[in-house]
């Protein structure tokens, strides 16, 4: 067996844990005595940030055109409400017999909500007036009986 040299160490004191070698208090410390101190700050420490700022965002906030979705015109919204109260409905009898919510009705009848076939085609049904098309307000045809 091959003899091997080790040199004695021998500590004087105990070196401090990592907790307070990377605290204020002893990077200052450390500063006043003239040790070299390696500090780094981490990119988003301790916060939630989980998206980044890349290109396409810098690219839409250059975008000039404003977006929005299409509105139902008002045209429709007053059809509806005409509709509603030539029925003798109101706007939470007509959303109870369509099973939607009273203010969906709302929205449609001001014009702030955005279209939706399915919602437009259950309100057409029910106070049988076109709501889509060229011939809005007229009223629903009966569908030819098949043979």
Partial sequence: MAECDWDTVTVL???GSAAQSKSKQAVTAAQRKGEAVETSKKWAAGQNKQHLVTKNTAKLDRETEELSHQR???EVGKVIQQGRQE???TQKDLAT???EKPQIIAE???GKAI???QVMGKIERAIGLKLRGKEI???LEACPKKK
Avoid: H, S
Wanted: without cysteine; charged residues 30%.
């Fill in 13 to 15: 004191r105990k070196k």
């Fill in 72 to 74: 139902v015109p008002l």
């Fill in 87 to 89: 029925k003798g409905l």
């Fill in 97 to 99: 017999k369509i099973n």
């Fill in 108 to 110: 449609y009848e001001t």
């Fill in 115 to 117: 279209p939706n076939n």
């Fill in 137 to 139: 307000g007229q009223p």
